[in-house]
């Protein structure tokens, strides 16, 4: 049951106020975390479904905590999967590795790791997407596309961490990072797409420090994040390049670049980086009340407990004809636009 009518029936009118025929809604949730009030985040999407007719659902990672050994990891992630694909009629939801997305690994020589994410283990957790049709992997990794040719639309769901055991030091690291292997993939077979298309960028962890003014370093800046930003920017400019040694060409191609989106910091962020928009949206979760007053993004606040601002997920419109993206924002939060 939705439990909170007013909230729904303000976004959807919102949505339908701008979904021309043509355009598409999806809705768009990340850092769940196993929140408690998941419940009513999936009640308000599937009325508010039933008047809009969404596309896909994204979840922009962290769907657990992390902590869990890796049995109950792997059910939890079964079960929190399955019912934000069944949110909405079209029973199709799109993810993205979040940092938290693993299991407690004890075996690692010792190690008591956190969030441990061997990519054949992640990529079998998530087989569920392959049944769509749409999508191509690399492999066993953890990163893949998605093409929703009807809406000449690809997204490119990235995993912006770099999950590695070294045998050498007999230790499990993972690094906030786009791998060698996945910029490469990226440059080669992900961003070519067929001319008039549209793509849109999904990862956890910001490609860039998003938290500082010039965008320069930590974030996955030193791990290829940046050379992504700058392939997207190069077809954003129609320009042929060399970025991170790899060569791209985008000269006289028609590709249009909606966005990048992340999620990760529990707040709301839009930023540019050079001609990319990169755009977060808070966590669905309402705790850590600290995090408000951190200075790398917006955290709506208050987020008090059975009233809409404990929820927090964005209905998002993507209207290619007049080149914008609409986010409206279900509880606690703002509504966005970004003209691309």
């Not at 909230?7 to 919102?14: A, I, W």
């Not at 992630?77 to 199709?92: D, G, L, Q």
């Not at 045998?167 to 996945?182: F, G, H, L, R, Y």
Request: with cysteine; hydrophobic share 35%.
């Amino acid at each position: 049951m939705n439990r909170f009518p007013g909230e729904t029936e303000k976004t959807v009118r919102d949505t339908l106020g701008v979904k021309t025929p043509g355009a598409l809604a999806f809705a768009l949730v990340t850092d769940t975390h196993l929140s408690d009030t998941g419940d009513d985040t999936r009640a308000a999407m599937q009325e508010a479904d039933a008047q809009i007719g969404y596309e896909f659902v994204i979840h922009l990672g962290d769907f657990l905590n992390g902590f869990n050994p890796p049995k109950l990891t792997e059910r939890l992630y079964r079960e929190e999967t399955a019912a934000y694909a069944a949110a909405i009629r079209a029973n199709k939801l799109f993810v993205v590795q979040g940092n938290h997305d693993g299991f407690r690994d004890e075996t690692w020589y010792g190690q008591n790791i956190p969030d441990a994410k061997p990519n054949d283990w992640y990529h079998a957790q998530t087989r569920f997407i392959d049944a769509y049709g749409e999508t191509t992997h690399h492999g066993d990794d953890p990163f893949y596309y998605a093409d929703i040719a009807e809406h000449k639309l690809r997204l490119i769901c990235m995993c912006s961490l770099d999950n590695t055991f070294l045998p050498e030091e007999k230790k499990w690291k993972t690094w906030n990072a786009v791998s060698q292997a996945q910029y490469e993939w990226f440059c080669r077979e992900a961003v070519q797409v067929p001319d008039g298309w549209t793509v849109i960028v999904c990862s956890h962890i910001p490609p860039v420090a998003i938290h500082r003014e010039d965008l320069d370093e930590g974030g996955l800046a030193e791990k290829h994040g940046r050379d992504c930003c700058d392939v997207l920017c190069a077809m954003i400019n129609r320009q042929k390049a060399v970025i991170g040694g790899e060569e791209v060409d985008f000269e006289n191609r028609d590709v249009s670049v909606a966005a990048w989106l992340f999620g990760d910091i529990h707040g709301d962020t839009q930023r540019k980086y050079k001609d990319l928009t990169l755009i977060s949206t808070a966590s669905q979760t309402a705790y850590i009340p600290q995090l408000w007053s951190l200075d790398y993004g917006k955290f709506p606040s208050p987020r008090t407990l059975g009233t809409p601002d404990q929820d927090c997920w964005d209905s998002v419109v993507l209207d290619r004809d007049a080149r914008k993206l609409y986010f409206f924002r279900f509880g606690a939060g703002e509504d966005r636009i970004v003209d691309y």
